[in-house]
Structure formats: structure tokens, C-alpha cells
């Protein structure tokens, strides 16, 4: 008989997690998150300086959890360290502007979240801070995956607002995908044809 594994119980969460559980206004939200945040730095190493990070909550998104808003800056890229003076001279833009961004938080995915979710949702967005504040731009590429699970971080987050559209596989019914508005594929499904069983595409309308 092979021995079975064993599962640790779930440790209690900090103070800062309990507070992100009683939050009821929009700087609630800040002020828990960005205290979780800079706890999760110390706890993980992750190499963020706060100051360069501001803060605001979206009530707009319909599909990102939350985002790091920051500079395009030509040729950055992941893996190579960035030279923020030359990159400020290059784009004729303030060094300390260059390198400021914004953590946006988008309240509905709060809502929908629960206290881990969201908690590794923060983390998420403190790999892609990162990353900008050494390389000047982020993705999700490899150096981000094996980021993300040394932090214990979603790679995506899952849905948290109902879509406008339902796209499934006529054979089998297998969900292809949602749609938040209408585009091309929701107004040509019938053009389509689904990858599990090479069948035609529906498209329901969940909402107006």
C-alpha cells in the first residue's frame, strides 16, 4: 500500500489579509491591498519600490482583475536591465516620471474574489512592478511564469463579470469562449468552426 500524502492546515491569515476581508469603500481598498503588498514584498523578496507605485480602483474593467499602467518605453525588454537615464534622454521624458506607475484595481474582481484569489492577484501585479522597475516594460513570458510560482501568483485571473456572449461547440456543447461586446467573431460564428469536434459555433446572447 503506497503511503498517502499529507495536506498541512492552511495557516491564518495575517492582519493585513483580514483587513482586505472588511473592505467597503474604494480607499479601504487601496490602503488593505497596498498593505498586503508591501508585506508580500518582504515575504517573497520581491524588489518593488513603492514609491514609484500609485494607486487607484476601477470601476470599468470588465476583464482584467487589475493592471500596472506605466510607460511604453522602445526597445525595454524583459531580461535586460534598462539604463533609465538614457531611456529619459531617448523618450525626452523626466527620469523619475519614466518610472512611475499606476497599480489599478478593479473593484468588481474584488467583489467577486475571495481573499486568496485576490491576494495572489496582488501578487501578479507586484511581479509585472517588478519587472518595470528593472527592465522599463513587463510580460508574461517565461521569466514572469517562473516568477509567479516561486510567489505563488495567478498567471489569469478567472472571469468575474458575466460576458455579453456565450460561443459553444454545437457537437458537444464545450465552451470556446466569451465575449464582453460584440465583435467580429460574435457577428460571424457561423463562419467558424470549433477545434474538439470540428463543428460548427453557437453563439447565445447572455445579456443585453
Given at each position: 500500500?503506497?503511503e498517502s500524502k499529507?495536506?498541512e492546515?492552511?495557516?491564518a491569515?495575517?492582519?493585513?489579509e483580514?483587513?482586505?476581508e472588511?473592505?467597503g469603500?474604494?480607499?479601504e481598498?487601496?490602503?488593505?491591498?497596498?498593505?498586503y503588498?508591501?508585506?508580500?514584498?518582504?515575504e517573497?523578496?520581491?524588489?518593488?519600490d513603492?514609491?514609484?507605485?500609485d494607486?487607484?480602483?476601477?470601476?470599468?474593467?470588465k476583464?482584467?482583475?487589475?493592471a500596472?499602467?506605466r510607460a511604453?518605453?522602445?526597445?525595454a525588454?524583459?531580461?535586460t536591465?534598462?539604463?533609465?537615464d538614457a531611456a529619459a534622454e531617448?523618450t525626452?521624458?523626466p527620469r523619475?516620471?519614466?518610472r512611475r506607475?499606476?497599480?489599478?484595481l478593479?473593484?468588481a474582481?474584488?467583489?467577486?474574489?475571495d481573499?486568496?484569489?485576490?491576494?495572489?492577484t496582488?501578487r501578479?501585479?507586484l511581479?509585472?512592478?517588478e519587472q518595470?522597475?528593472?527592465?522599463?516594460?513587463?510580460?508574461?513570458?517565461a521569466r514572469f511564469?517562473?516568477r509567479?510560482?516561486?510567489?505563488?501568483a495567478?498567471?489569469?485571473?478567472?472571469?468575474?463579470s458575466?460576458p455579453?456572449?456565450?460561443?459553444?461547440?454545437?457537437?458537444?456543447?464545450?465552451?470556446?469562449?466569451?465575449r464582453?461586446?460584440?465583435?467580429?467573431?460574435v457577428?460571424e460564428h457561423?463562419?467558424y468552426?470549433?477545434?474538439c469536434?470540428e463543428?460548427?459555433?453557437?453563439?447565445e446572447?447572455l445579456?443585453?
Amino acid at each position: 500500500m503506497s503511503e498517502s500524502k499529507r495536506i498541512e492546515p492552511e495557516s491564518a491569515p495575517s492582519p493585513t489579509e483580514r483587513a482586505l476581508e472588511s473592505v467597503g469603500t474604494h480607499e479601504e481598498l487601496i490602503l488593505a491591498s497596498r498593505a498586503y503588498c508591501r508585506e508580500a514584498a518582504r515575504e517573497y523578496d520581491i524588489d518593488a519600490d513603492f514609491s514609484l507605485v500609485d494607486w487607484e480602483v476601477s470601476t470599468r474593467a470588465k476583464r482584467r482583475s487589475a493592471a500596472v499602467k506605466r510607460a511604453k518605453i522602445p526597445d525595454a525588454a524583459v531580461g535586460t536591465p534598462l539604463d533609465w537615464d538614457a531611456a529619459a534622454e531617448r523618450t525626452g521624458r523626466p527620469r523619475e516620471d519614466l518610472r512611475r506607475a499606476t497599480l489599478s484595481l478593479t473593484w468588481a474582481a474584488y467583489e467577486a474574489f475571495d481573499r486568496r484569489e485576490w491576494t495572489a492577484t496582488l501578487r501578479h501585479e507586484l511581479i509585472h512592478v517588478e519587472q518595470f522597475q528593472r527592465f522599463g516594460t513587463t510580460d508574461h513570458g517565461a521569466r514572469f511564469r517562473e516568477r509567479a510560482e516561486v510567489v505563488d501568483a495567478s498567471i489569469r485571473c478567472r472571469p468575474f463579470s458575466e460576458p455579453k456572449y456565450l460561443l459553444t461547440c454545437v457537437e458537444c456543447g464545450t465552451t470556446l469562449g466569451r465575449r464582453y461586446r460584440e465583435c467580429e467573431l460574435v457577428r460571424e460564428h457561423e463562419r467558424y468552426r470549433s477545434s474538439c469536434c470540428e463543428a460548427g459555433v453557437d453563439c447565445e446572447q447572455l445579456r443585453e
